[in-house]
């Protein structure tokens, strides 16, 4: 009688370490790939979401022949060019409440996917008084952050026709990325608070009218005190000068050889190049994407102003018409 044996097939020890080397060769060079692959999909959305603002804002203009401000009344209603750009922004439901209402919602289309300062749920809680306009209601500290901001020197504080760009459409930034928070580690303390604006007592071209123009107050002296707040590193803002005078000398930038140039304060303006999320100061553009920073430009183009580009060309890129040629991608 023939005994039937079973057979067993098992791996030798050696078999199953060259199985997990295998493995784990794989898995390194795949996570790369995927993590290639996640990047530029967030890049891809980045974009998305700035040419979504970039028409927008040409939305607007188009109904008026003129932006809206930085901050101001535009089409009967207060707010921010954040909040003026709602209703072509598939939000005229969230515009219609108002801009108090409105402040306290994150937009998705105001997230960088990159963005690692920004909330889990897009909120950031002011909390310190003297900081609140007095439009908002204090007891509700929440605001929408924004991991873009919009052009201080291109939309000002009245708002810009677009032939006023005299240094050309496609080379004037309207929007870029900037971290949506600056921590207590940076240079400068703030958030990009979309809703966040006031109207000052006298705008920056009102000052420098003044025989002896005088900076925006760093610290309020009534209350509540307009000045102080526009002034404030809350604004989802860039391109902002807090300066009514000059830096440097004659001959070095931003003066000419015989002129030094009023309220072109350079070190605000000036760009930050990858830094650390734990130290950006919250006055200035940061790139968050890799190789540059995500822009939209006043012909309502999304490129990418490559990292390391000069102060020079990058505070260029952001005057619509003071005479500088330049350069772009």
């Not at 530029?40 to 040419?51: D, G, H, I, P, W």
């Not at 000419?256 to 553009?285: G, L, Q, Y």
């Not at 920073?293 to 990418?304: E, F, K, P």
């Amino acid at each position: 009688m023939r005994q039937n044996r079973r057979v067993r097939f098992a791996f030798t020890l050696i078999e199953l370490l060259v199985v997990i080397a295998i493995i784990a060769i794989l898995i390194a060079l795949l996570v790369p790939a995927v993590q290639k692959v996640r990047e530029a999909a967030a890049v891809a959305q980045a974009k998305n979401n700035l040419k979504q603002l970039g028409l927008a804002a040409h939305n607007t203009h188009d109904q008026t022949k003129k932006t809206p401000p930085m901050y101001g009344n535009y089409g009967g209603k207060d707010g921010t060019i954040f909040y003026h750009l709602l209703p072509h922004l598939e939000q005229g439901n969230l515009w219609s409440q108002g801009q108090d209402i409105a402040r306290q919602t994150p937009l998705v289309v105001l997230r960088h996917p990159s963005d690692g300062t920004y909330p889990p749920n897009g909120i950031y809680a002011l909390t310190v008084a003297s900081d609140i306009p007095p439009w908002a209601n204090a007891g509700v500290p929440n605001w929408g952050v924004s991991s873009f901001a919009a052009n201080w020197q291109f939309f000002g504080d009245d708002g810009i026709a677009l032939v006023r760009v005299t240094d050309g459409t496609s080379n004037t930034i309207m929007f870029n990325e900037k971290y949506a928070i600056a921590k207590s580690g940076g240079a400068v303390t703030g958030a990009g608070l979309w809703g966040y604006g006031v109207r000052p007592t006298l705008t920056a071209s009102q000052r420098l009218q003044m025989i002896t123009p005088t900076k925006f107050p760093t610290a309020p002296t009534t209350s509540p005190d307009y000045d102080y707040l526009f002034a404030k590193a809350w604004w989802a803002r860039t391109g902002f000068v807090n300066n009514p005078g000059t830096s440097g000398a004659l001959g070095q930038w931003p003066n000419t050889s015989s002129t030094m140039i009023n309220w072109d304060f350079r070190c605000m303006r000036c760009s930050e190049w990858t830094p650390s999320p734990e130290t950006v100061n919250a006055f200035k553009s940061q790139s968050i994407t890799a190789g540059g920073i995500l822009a939209c430009y006043a012909d309502g183009s999304v490129r990418t102003v490559p990292a390391g580009t000069n102060d020079e060309t990058f505070c260029a890129m952001e005057s619509p018409a003071l005479g500088e040629v330049v350069n772009v991608p």
